[in-house]
């Protein structure tokens, strides 16, 4: 049975990570060289011609098909060799964390507690959740199949569905801390696990009980 491994760090704000830089260097460069298609139809008005400038976060590969998000709710993807497009997405807030488990499905999570849909491959999104007043931006998501998933961010927030993200219940990883939980993935075995550091100085890690 496979597992999930959170990583967090105690700090005051979320921090997007040397990843993200990465993916500046890489996709931004490229996104630049060869343009975006951007659509003319009004009805994608979520389409801003701004993403060749906007800092991409997170990159998912699904077969053969790339998806990145980033700034201003910004999704992009690309079949192939061929060009990258914008997709449509209902929300401008900072994406950070993508997850498909497989082709067709996906989820983005992101700021404003924000959590995307996609049945199509990454081409046309839908917004599944979003909690603006509760100040905690969702760093990563992960699922294990089209029904299961994880979703976590700012100060232990933990967020999980059952029913393939029609509705999501928190669950507490450590009431006595606030760790960011930045990143989650899937073991072959063990407990979920956070990792915290201590003004830079020190780390370490805890276990995270997911019911």
Not at 75 to 104: E, K, M
Request: aromatic share 8%.
């Amino acid at each position: 049975m496979a597992h999930c491994v959170a990583r967090g760090v105690k700090r005051k704000r979320p921090v997007r990570g040397i990843f993200a830089a990465f993916l500046i260097l890489v996709s931004g460069h490229a996104l630049a060289r060869e343009g975006i298609q951007i659509s003319e139809n009004p009805a994608h008005a979520w389409r801003s011609p701004l993403a060749t400038q906007s800092l991409l976060l997170a990159v998912e590969k699904s077969q053969d098909r790339w998806i990145t998000v980033g700034e201003r709710g910004h999704i992009l993807y690309r079949q192939g060799d061929g060009p990258w497009q914008q997709a449509t997405a209902p929300t401008r807030a900072l994406l950070t964390g993508l997850s498909f488990p497989n082709a067709r499905h996906g989820w983005a999570v992101g700021h404003d507690a924000i959590i995307l849909a996609t049945s199509d491959g990454g081409r046309i999104w839908r917004k599944m959740h979003q909690a603006i007043d509760e100040q905690r931006p969702l760093l990563d998501v992960h699922f294990q199949n089209n029904n299961t998933g994880f979703a976590i961010g700012a100060y232990g927030y933990l967020l999980r569905t059952e029913d393939g993200g029609a509705s999501w219940h928190s669950h507490s990883v450590n009431p006595d801390h606030d760790f960011h939980l930045n990143a989650i993935a899937t073991i072959p075995a063990g407990l979920c696990k956070s990792v915290s550091e201590n003004s830079g100085s020190s780390r370490g890690g805890s276990p995270i009980a997911v019911p």
